[in-house]
Structures are given as structure tokens and as C-alpha cells.
């Protein structure tokens, strides 16, 4: 559902404050996040633990859970973000930077009773979303 029937700009977005569920962006539309429900966010938790448990001892990837990243004139909150460990946007003192301007590797959207498969995997891809599609 697009929040807002003004397009706005990229730049007009991210002055935005943070709203929970997350406000995502793309061409122009800003659509809202659907807040998770016990399962979602269970399985959200598990994936990101399994993958970090694995990935970060051998830094080879890192997953964080509903993490903003804009890229691409878009901003979207996957609710996994995955990326490999040679590509994490660090500071010079190795911290990681806070606001992520790079795509993912892997974005996970989980799919709730709610939702449309295909608008998530549209989401997710970067296809271009239609005004009349929901989106989260």
C-alpha cells in the first residue's frame, strides 16, 4: 500500500523519519513494511543466527535482520540481509558503517498470510513496483 499519493524524491524519502513497520522506497513510491508476527519473526531470527554462526568465525558472510539499504535510487528493509564478509561496509577502524549504500548479496523476504509472494520477489529483485501493488 503506497503511503503517500506524492511521489517523492529519493532524497525527499530518506529526510523521512524512521517508522516502524519500516518505510521502503522505489521509483518514487513509498510503501510500508507489514509488522511480523510470531512466526516471521521467529524464522526471520533463526535464518540471520544460522547464517551468522557459520559465516562470521570464517568471515565469510554476515546477516542482519531488517537493516535499511539504498542503492540503485531505491530503499529497502529486507527482513534477512546478507552480505559476504569482503564486502561489508566498514569504517577505517573496521566498525561497520551504519547506513549501508551497497545491494545485498542475498535480501530474504518472509512471506506472511498477508502478502503477495510475487510483490516481495519484485521487492527484492528491484523489479519495478506497480502503485497498485502491496509491497513490504
Do not use: C
Amino acid at each position: 500500500m503506497a503511503i503517500t499519493s506524492r511521489r517523492l524524491t529519493l532524497d525527499e524519502f530518506l529526510d523521512l523519519p524512521e517508522e516502524k513497520p519500516a518505510l521502503e522506497y522505489a521509483d518514487g513510491v513509498v510503501t510500508q513494511k507489514v509488522a511480523p508476527q510470531a512466526f516471521h519473526g521467529r524464522f526471520q531470527y533463526t535464518l540471520a543466527e544460522m547464517v551468522n554462526l557459520y559465516g562470521e568465525p570464517r568471515r565469510l558472510a554476515m546477516a542482519l535482520t531488517e537493516t535499511r539499504s539504498t542503492f540503485g535510487g531505491r530503499s529497502f528493509v529486507p527482513d534477512v540481509g546478507i552480505l559476504r564478509w569482503t564486502r561489508l561496509p566498514r569504517q577505517a577502524d573496521g566498525k561497520l558503517i551504519n547506513v549501508f549504500r551497497i545491494p545485498w548479496d542475498v535480501a530474504v523476504e518472509v512471506v506472511s498470510p498477508d502478502q503477495r509472494r510475487r510483490d516481495l520477489e519484485e521487492n527484492a529483485s528491484g523489479t519495478s513496483p506497480t502503485a497498485s501493488n502491496s509491497h513490504s
